[in-house]
């Protein structure tokens, strides 16, 4: 089990919005910034879609301080593009990780 600085979670949106422009979303985050480890759309309840994700903070960023920069950019750009179809989100920077089979364990 190792500690990670990663930011993971779930930005969730109001079904009325598209998977197709969640996905638009998700791909310019992954054009634009590189720490994204992870990004995935899945239906997160009776009436929301969310998009998943794993976020790598950089080593000589402080955890809190690059929690609170990501969460504040990322909630500001989701804000002015979806309005109150902005449902909610679930984030945790303290994460450990058991088992990934995806990601190097050198990150």
Known sequence: MHEKKWIMGMWKFSDKISTKDLGEVAEKWKAEDENYLQLYIRKVSKDQMGIGFTYRLTEDQDKQVGYDEYFERTTDFLKRK?????????LGSSVWIIKDATVPESL
């Open 82 to 90: 979806f309005g109150n179809d902005l449902a909610g989100w679930d």
